[in-house]
């Protein structure tokens, strides 16, 4: 039985208390196909608004599908088809009458392996803004500076900003990716193993930033390390095989799982 994502927060201080219970984004019955193969199967679940949920499961589980379903990103694989819906801001957003670059806006996302265009570092993050009709210099410039300091960059690029992006190490180019996702002003921040290409000390970087973020943002994040999912999250999801096993808490499901799966994930009997 699937377990839904309960939206109230019990018990302890936590940063960004504001909307406390509120729901940022909720799946219902969400499936997931690829030509025949079903990746994802009728999964339901709420998001609460300014936490961190982490998506965790074993390798081929459907995480990475189902996290790209949440901003239609699955749109661009040829033989994806997604049935069921995805609720955000009063609407389904899988609705033909959604514009899905404004999804995309409100809802951003980042990527395993940092992948910045090759154009400047001011470039990458005006990008976004001025695809969506921003021609003001002085605005783009206060986009730029305010999303790179939100992703704890601009110290190290402030005196290079119209260097190539590429020459940035690749835990600064993660945290430029960021920064571009930061400057399209998103409810919802969709990361995908963000910090698994990284060393450590880029990886604490990361983290640091992610637990920073439930102060403005709502954070999805899929991860195949479970310390660090107990590190940075609220609330944990446990997929398998393309179904949401069990969801709660992150205290509770890594100490006290309800289902014999989650038990036999989190201590390591597979995956
Ligand atoms: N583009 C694709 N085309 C066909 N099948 C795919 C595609 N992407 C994923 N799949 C299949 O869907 C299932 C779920 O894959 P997905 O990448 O979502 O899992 P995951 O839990 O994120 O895995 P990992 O942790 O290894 O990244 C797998 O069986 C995978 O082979």
């Given at each position: 039985m699937i377990e839904m994502l309960k939206p109230e927060v019990t018990g302890t201080e936590r940063e960004g208390k504001k909307e406390d219970g509120a729901v940022a984004i909720e799946a219902k019955n969400l499936s997931v196909f690829y030509g025949e193969h079903q990746a994802i199967k009728r999964v339901s679940m709420k998001f609460p608004k300014h936490r961190v949920t982490a998506l965790i499961g074993p390798s081929g589980c459907g995480k990475s599908t189902f996290l790209r379903s949440l901003n239609r990103?699955?749109?661009?694989?040829?033989?994806?088809?997604?049935?069921?819906?995805?609720?955000?801001?009063?609407?389904?957003?899988n609705s033909p009458k959604v514009n899905v670059f404004e999804v995309r806006k409100k809802i951003g996302m980042v990527f395993q392996r940092?992948?910045?265009f090759a154009k400047s570092i001011f470039e990458n993050v005006a990008f976004g803004p001025k695809n969506h009709g921003e021609k003001d210099k002085e605005k783009l410039e206060y986009i730029v500076e305010t999303s790179l300091k939100k992703a704890a960059l601009w110290e190290e690029v402030k005196d290079r900003l119209h260097t190539s992006a590429l020459a940035l190490s690749g835990g600064q180019q993660q945290r430029l990716c960021i920064a571009r996702a930061l400057a399209m002003n998103p409810n919802v921040l969709l990361l995908d193993e963000p910090a698994s290409a990284l060393d450590p000390v880029s990886t604490g970087k990361i983290e640091e930033l992610i637990t920073e973020f439930k102060k403005d943002y709502t954070v999805i994040i899929v991860t195949h390390n479970m310390q660090q999912a107990a590190r940075i999250s609220d609330y944990t999801a446990f997929f398998y095989m393309g179904e949401l096993i069990e969801a709660g808490e992150t205290r509770q499901i890594f100490t006290n799982p309800k289902q014999q799966k989650t038990?036999?994930?989190?201590?390591?009997?597979?995956g």
């Open positions: 990103m699955n749109d661009e694989i040829p033989g994806c088809r997604v049935e069921g819906q995805i609720f955000f801001q009063g609407m389904d957003i940092p992948n910045p038990e036999d994930y989190i201590s390591g009997n597979f």
